[in-house]
């Protein structure tokens, strides 16, 4: 009797352990296919976003070799330049705002250090793009609008406001124990040694972390670069490019190569995410171990 | 507890104890500012000051008084033709441009601000001197001063530079956006370059039922809040359901479902959704598919038909945000103690039980922050609703489709229709649906009161 019930529980166990893995199995599918899909069609040889099977007929790589080549309308790799320094000066200087106000937030105590941390909240809840208009204007005041300065506008545009965003790294510094400074202090060192030579050496990931984070930021926006480019095609970032290539005028002969773009650009961010997920949990996990 | 706070800030060199307790150089330096410093050797000091002063003094005087004028009429007068006989031709004499006049005016207030900040400095900076010669101690020289910034006043030397950023790219735009919130600056009645003051008008527009913006607007903040509450929830429920799935025992392969699930989130967004909408459009593959093979007849309204359009934004939207659900879940997941899990085994409880009275109330007393920030980012994911629908079905005549969140509607009024008055409006109100669910909740969550739980 016993016996004969648990080769039951047994059993119903294992169907229910295989309809768990043919239900993941389905949902991994529903997952993986858009993606599958953008990579087999960026190899396609028709034109257009018109298909009626899933597998394209012909394979090339004439789609990449266009979106290279091809700059008369679209030009995909000066958009890569600009994309690419405007990221990496972002990337510097957010990184820089970052680290500063989240270190001032966890080390420092000041009187309006709490009226700040709730300003920063209040801030966050404003939709970001409501000031864009006014922030175009400001701008243009100021004289960035127009010719190449755009790029140094979309720079100051997307490092600007970093400053607020110091709830992740001041979590990390909040973990950190403070007997480490405090012995630094009684050897005589000053608060801003302790930070360069103490916190900053302590808090890789969570830099890396800000730094990749800050340097996809300008390859993923693309309706601040809308606002602030205009019609000036020379300064479009890749986003914007790839935003073209789907407009009516443009998505018959550049469909297959937006797919195309899309798995250049993927590539590159797909490999930052990983590293930055991996330095995220260490960093959520805490400097110092033990 | 607040008290304790207000104590142990508490700065015996304040402006309120300079008036009182000042000698006549002290109370001098709040008319001609450095003065207090100057009179006791801190020279670079003291010039500093005067000259802030002298600057702001000046700057008043040929623009800022003008500017700020400028702010309150916010100009009249239009741009006129004048014949000009020398040359015989007509020219264009400029007029005036409202919004520059706004935006200056702005400016000319924040530095005002600015300014009162810098005179009260100076002011506590002439009475801190003073008592430093009472008490017979040497005042500081200019140099302990900077050496002061990279010690005890550090943050003041690391966060000028962020500040200055926020304040320019973020506060002044956000001041300048809620200024024209209260003015008729919109394509309506051709406002576009002379506009005025008109109280809180827009507001009242706004939230008129009867009026066409108005109707439009209550419909949308209901749809942005069925919206907020479904595509939080759904995700949340659905990923912690997946991410237990993944994580029980009798699963093989755990790394690999995780990593398929992953793959999706490393590609940016907008690439996904933009080929989504692809996919689900009119002639696009999946209604290609289901004709092809005799499923249906007619291709489906993905997105021309309300309801169509607002369950395939909720469905599009947990394919992009579960993976990032399953991976901020996943960790405090395998956090939960395993003797609760074991006790109620014991004591006869099934899988559904164990769920609904342990799993599911630790789950959400652990993520309540996290539900906070993911019900705030949806009611402004402008990615997905832009991206995916564009807000289609648009009504004729409407502003706002039956899928756009205020955040897009935003978007439409300002960049598309340019009604910036009613744009800023709603920014307003959307911070205002925002401020009232996140200040019940955020003040009570542990991390907030117990930052130095760790150090």
Redesign the interface.
């Known amino acids: 009797m016993k016996k004969s019930n648990t080769t039951l529980y047994r059993a119903r166990k294992n169907t229910v352990n295989v309809l768990i893995h043919i239900l993941l199995a389905v949902l991994c599918t529903i997952w993986v296919l858009p993606i599958a899909w953008i990579v087999l069609i960026s190899f396609k040889a028709k034109d257009g976003p018109y298909m009626d099977t899933l597998i394209p007929a012909e394979f090339t790589i004439d789609n990449y070799v266009k979106l290279f080549t091809d700059t008369g309308v679209l030009n995909f790799p000066r958009m890569f330049m600009n994309t690419l320094i405007i990221s990496i000066f972002t990337c510097i200087i957010s990184a820089f705002f970052v680290l500063a106000v989240s270190y001032c937030m966890s080390r420092m105590r000041f009187r309006m250090r709490k009226p700040m941390m709730n300003i920063a909240l209040i801030l966050g809840m404003f939709p970001s793009f409501m000031s864009m208009v006014a922030v175009y204007y400001i701008l243009k005041a100021i004289g960035l609008s127009e010719g190449s300065l755009i790029r140094v506008a979309l720079v100051l545009v997307y490092s600007g406001g970093a400053g607020l965003g110091f709830y992740i790294a001041k979590g990390f510094f909040d973990t950190i124990p403070k007997t480490i400074d405090e012995a630094a202090y009684i050897d005589g060192a000053t608060r801003f040694q302790v930070f360069t030579r103490i916190t900053i050496p302590l808090s890789r990931p969570i830099i890396v972390y800000t730094l990749l984070q800050a340097f996809m930021s300008p390859w993923l926006d693309f309706v601040f670069a809308k606002v602030i480019c205009r019609a000036d095609a020379r300064y479009y970032t890749v986003s914007i490019g790839l935003w073209n290539m789907l407009e009516k005028e443009y998505v018959h002969q550049w469909f297959n190569c937006f797919t195309a773009g899309a798995v250049i650009i993927s590539i590159p961010i797909s490999i930052l995410f990983m590293i930055t997920q991996n330095f995220y949990r260490e960093g959520v996990s805490g400097a110092v171990k033990g | 507890m607040k008290r304790k706070?207000s104590k142990?800030?508490a700065?015996p060199y304040s402006v309120s104890n300079a008036f009182r307790n000042g000698d006549t150089l002290t109370r001098l330096s709040a008319v001609i500012m450095g003065l207090g410093n100057l009179a006791h050797k801190q020279i670079i000091k003291g010039l500093i000051f005067l000259a802030i002063e002298i600057a702001y003094i000046v700057f008043m005087a040929t623009k800022g008084i003008e500017l700020l004028l400028d702010f309150i009429r916010l100009g009249g007068e239009e741009e006129i033709e004048i014949y000009n006989e020398s040359l015989g031709i007509y020219q264009y004499q400029p007029g005036d441009n409202s919004?520059?006049m706004l935006?200056?005016g702005v400016v000319a207030i924040f530095v005002t601000i600015g300014f009162v900040v810098v005179w009260r400095a100076s002011i506590k900076s002439a009475y801190k001197t003073q008592c430093y010669i009472e008490k017979g101690k040497k005042p500081l020289s200019f140099r302990d001063d900077i050496?002061g910034l990279?010690?005890?006043n550090?943050?003041q030397?690391?966060?000028s530079?962020?500040?200055a950023?926020?304040l320019?790219?973020?506060?002044?735009?956000?001041v300048?956006?809620i200024a024209?919130a209260f003015t008729n600056y919109s394509k309506i009645d051709n406002h576009l370059t002379l506009f005025d003051w008109v109280g809180l008008k827009n507001f009242a527009t706004v939230l008129n039922f009867k009026d066409s913006i108005g109707g439009t607007f209550w419909s949308v903040l209901g749809w942005t809040l069925v919206w907020a509450v479904a595509a939080t929830f759904s995700n949340y429920f659905l990923g912690m359901i997946?991410a237990m799935?993944?994580n029980?025992k009798?699963?093989?392969l755990k790394s690999l479902?995780r990593f398929?699930?992953?793959?999706?989130?490393?590609?940016?967004?907008?690439?996904?959704l933009?080929?989504?909408r692809?996919?689900f459009?009119q002639?696009?593959?999946v209604n290609?598919?289901l004709i092809?093979y005799g499923l249906i007849e007619n291709a489906l309204p993905f997105w021309s038909d309300a309801s169509w359009a607002r369950v395939m934004v909720i469905i599009i939207n947990l394919?992009i945000g579960i993976?990032f659900t399953i991976?901020q879940i996943t960790?405090i997941l395998q956090n939960i103690p395993a003797d609760l899990y074991e006790a109620a085994r014991v004591d006869g409880a099934g899988p559904v039980t164990i769920f609904f009275k342990i799993t599911l109330p630790y789950m959400l007393f652990v993520t309540s922050p996290y539900l906070i920030t993911t019900f705030?980012n949806n009611v402004?994911n402008?990615n997905v609703i832009y991206l995916l629908s564009g807000g289609a079905p648009t009504p004729v005549g409407s502003t706002a489709g039956k899928t756009d969140l205020?955040?897009t509607w935003?978007?439409k009024l300002?960049?598309d229709n340019q009604y910036?008055n009613v744009?800023?409006v709603i920014?307003i109100m959307?911070?205002a649906v925002?401020?009232v669910v996140?200040l019940i909740t955020?003040h009570r969550t542990g991390?907030y009161k117990n930052?130095?739980g760790?150090?």
Request: charged share 10%; aromatic share 16%; proline share 4%.
């Open positions: 706070k142990e800030f700065n919004l520059l935006l200056y050496r990279f010690d005890q550090l943050h030397l690391l966060l530079l962020p500040l950023g926020i320019i790219f973020t506060i002044l735009p956000l300048f956006m024209m997946l799935i993944i029980r009798g699963t093989k479902w398929m699930f992953m793959l999706s989130v490393a590609v940016p967004q907008f690439v996904s933009l080929l989504m692809t996919m459009s002639n696009g593959i290609n598919l092809k394919w993976p991976l960790g705030t402004n402008f205020l955040v935003l978007y300002t960049i910036y744009g800023a920014g959307t911070f925002l401020a996140s955020y991390s930052e130095e760790f150090q």
